[in-house]
């Protein structure tokens, strides 16, 4: 049972191309983010969800839109790759009593060239 | 805004023997959670123990126990009986509500275990 798939695992674009990351959860849970991870930096939150439609701005926003239509599904969109944002993009989302555990997705390499 | 601060880098530490990574953390928040993370060289995110602020006691699960002095601002993990398979980054974190919401994190400790 993964809980929450990440789609694709891997990606190479180029730059000024759009791109869509995927995070699927199975655990009907209310809330889900992404992240990012850079060398340095450890994670940074991007954008979350508390719910369907329900969306709000993390610490790196700029340059990312997320949409969250169904409760299982939670999109990040890059608009314009640039070469800054090849990263790792982690999903999560909150499990245990009040959400004390952060569950996260294994990721997905994005490569900007 | 809230700061998580992991000074160590890198650590070494001789299987079967206890290590402790430190964090200290700055907030104004009244209430907040803090949060150990461990990531392998597969690059997974693997939650390992949660404190909350007002938790009287220091978390415990299995080998790992978060040493929580809240005067100090400081939320160390102590890892006993270190195995092999304990070499990994290891990232603390925190959240401004105590849940698992909108996590600040540091940038982590790269803790090898040796024979």
């Known amino acids: 049972d993964a809980g929450i798939t990440q789609s694709p695992r891997h990606k190479v674009t180029e730059t000024g191309t759009p791109v869509t990351l995927r995070c699927h959860q199975t655990?009907?849970?209310?809330?889900m983010y992404w992240y990012r991870q850079d060398p340095g930096h450890g994670l940074r939150l991007i954008h979350y969800?508390?719910?369907?439609?329900?969306?709000d701005k993390g610490e790196v926003s700029d340059g990312y839109s997320v949409s969250r239509s169904k409760t299982e599904d939670f999109l990040l969109t890059l608009e314009s790759a640039t070469s800054s944002q090849t990263s790792v993009y982690f999903c999560?989302?909150?499990?245990?009593?009040?959400?004390?555990?952060?569950?996260f997705g294994q990721g997905t390499r994005l490569t900007v060239v | 805004a809230q700061k998580i601060t992991q000074t160590q880098p890198g650590m070494f530490v001789q299987e079967k023997e206890a290590v402790t990574l430190d964090c200290t953390y700055d907030?104004?928040?009244?209430?907040?959670?803090l949060f150990w993370y461990k990531q392998p060289s597969s690059g997974e995110m693997i939650f390992l123990i949660y404190?909350?602020?007002?938790?009287?006691q220091n978390a415990t699960e299995g080998r790992y126990s978060l040493n929580f002095q809240k005067a100090r601002k400081s939320a160390n993990l102590v890892i006993s009986a270190s195995q092999l398979g304990d070499s990994a980054m290891y990232f603390c974190?925190?959240?401004?509500?105590?849940?698992?919401?909108?996590?600040?994190f540091g940038t982590g400790t790269r803790l090898q275990v040796t024979l």
């Open positions: 655990e009907n849970h209310r809330y």
């Open positions: 404190q909350g602020s007002y938790d009287q």
């Open positions: 974190a925190m959240s401004a509500t105590g849940t698992a919401s909108k996590l600040t």
């Open positions: 969800s508390y719910g369907v439609k329900d969306t």
């Open positions: 907030t104004s928040d009244p209430s907040y959670g």
């Open positions: 999560a989302i909150g499990r245990g009593v009040m959400d004390t555990e952060a569950f």
